[in-house]
């Protein structure tokens, strides 16, 4: 059973960082892509950052292109999110969300694999991690 289990999130001042991780286990696919999404009160669910965890390919939301920073350890099955230069804007909570995606997938189509989980209907999803930044 493929499960995916966050941790990391807190609360810190505005222009701190924060690392969050991203455990996912279970999976028997080839290839999968995993992602960092956050909701805010009342705001849709957006992607944050995005990898494929084949290539290595990369996608960043653009506001929050330049302060954060998706890794991953494939050797501890692990994913992180680096999130430095926090803003009153970041809070919300973050969920790690796993799914199978193309081998060859970079940005522009991991923006889209981003899109399509955004409903939340797709992929592997965590329980979620608050972060919230306070001036």
């Known amino acids: 059973q493929v499960q995916v289990v966050e941790s990391g999130g807190g609360s810190v001042q505005a222009g701190g960082s924060l690392r969050l991780s991203c455990i996912a286990t279970?999976?028997?696919?080839?290839?999968?892509?995993m992602g960092w999404f956050r909701q805010a009160p009342g705001k849709e669910r957006e992607g944050v950052a995005v990898i494929n965890r084949g290539s290595s390919s990369t996608y960043y939301a653009d506001s929050v292109k330049g302060r954060f920073a998706i890794s991953q350890d494939n050797a501890e099955n692990t994913l992180y999110l680096q999130m430095n230069s926090l803003t009153i804007e970041d809070t919300a909570m973050y969920y790690c969300a796993a799914a199978q995606c193309a081998a060859d997938l970079a940005e522009e189509g991991l923006r889209v694999w981003s899109l399509l989980l955004e409903g939340g209907e797709l992929g592997v999803w965590g329980q979620g991690t608050q972060v919230t930044v306070s001036t």
């Open positions: 279970g999976y028997t696919y080839s290839n999968y892509c």
